[in-house]
């Protein structure tokens, strides 16, 4: 069963300010998704990758298959970015994703 | 753009009693999933379905549960006898391909009395 930790639990930050959420995971995977969830509920998927690095206007993810280990990283923060950034794995055997925790991001003006 | 879309976005029911959870998922899609979030909690994997049968189920899916695709749209979460314990948000999501990104409904709070 894969394990899924992410880091920080909670985080609050100056708009402006570079943000990086940290997941790491135990099993191999086919692919690790980046997810937010607004505080009506709604899942938005992000990105979702294999290896390296992608980007989405201000919002970048990376992915290191060897060490288990991908971080989502925020240029230039916005209070609109204020959600929780859920991880979430899918393959190592399972159908459905395996979700962390989330990383619940508050950004103050 | 194509949404997976959910109905009702809230639902109160009595302990006991039966509850369908419905779903739309987007149209060309072949993988469906449910999720549960308990209030607090982390996403939890319920049920995959694929070519009109249950691909993968977790083991929160025990008897209580069913799910249908009944008429090649919709896309159904039956609990047949709701507990205290069922309540939480339920997220459908739909997924072109195995392995690909899995686009999400908004949710169907559950909250049993």
């Known amino acids: 069963k894969n394990e899924v930790e992410q880091s920080p639990q909670n985080l609050t930050a100056q708009e402006g300010e570079f943000i990086t959420i940290n997941c790491s995971y135990s099993?191999?995977?086919?692919?690790l998704h980046w997810l937010q969830q607004h505080p009506g509920g709604g899942i938005v998927s992000l990105f979702m990758?294999?290896?390296g690095k992608k980007k989405h206007g201000r919002l970048i993810a990376t992915i290191n298959i060897q060490e288990k280990h991908s971080s989502l990283h925020i240029t230039a923060s916005h209070p609109r970015d204020s959600a929780v950034y859920i991880c979430?794995?899918?393959?190592?055997?399972?159908?459905?994703?395996?979700f962390g925790k989330g990383t619940h991001l508050i950004i103050q003006p | 753009e194509p949404e997976v879309t959910q109905t009702p976005s809230h639902q109160v029911t009595q302990m006991g009693q039966e509850v369908i959870l419905r779903c739309v998922p987007i149209?060309?899609?072949?993988?469906f999933y449910w999720y549960r979030q308990i209030l607090g909690q982390k996403v939890e994997f319920l049920v995959s379905?694929?070519?009109?049968?249950?691909?993968?189920k977790s083991e929160i899916f025990d008897d209580q549960f069913s799910v249908e695709r009944p008429d090649g749209s919709n896309f159904t979460l039956k609990i047949r006898s709701t507990k205290l314990e069922d309540s939480a948000m339920y997220f459908c999501?739909?997924?072109?391909?195995?392995?690909?990104?899995?686009?999400f409904g908004p949710g169907t709070r559950l909250t049993v009395l």
């Open positions: 979430a794995l899918s393959g190592g055997g399972a159908d459905g994703l395996t």
């Open positions: 099993v191999g995977i086919s692919a």
């Open positions: 990758l294999s290896s």
């Open positions: 149209s060309n899609h072949l993988y």
């Open positions: 379905f694929y070519n009109n049968e249950i691909s993968e």
């Open positions: 999501a739909s997924e072109l391909g195995r392995n690909n990104e899995q686009f």
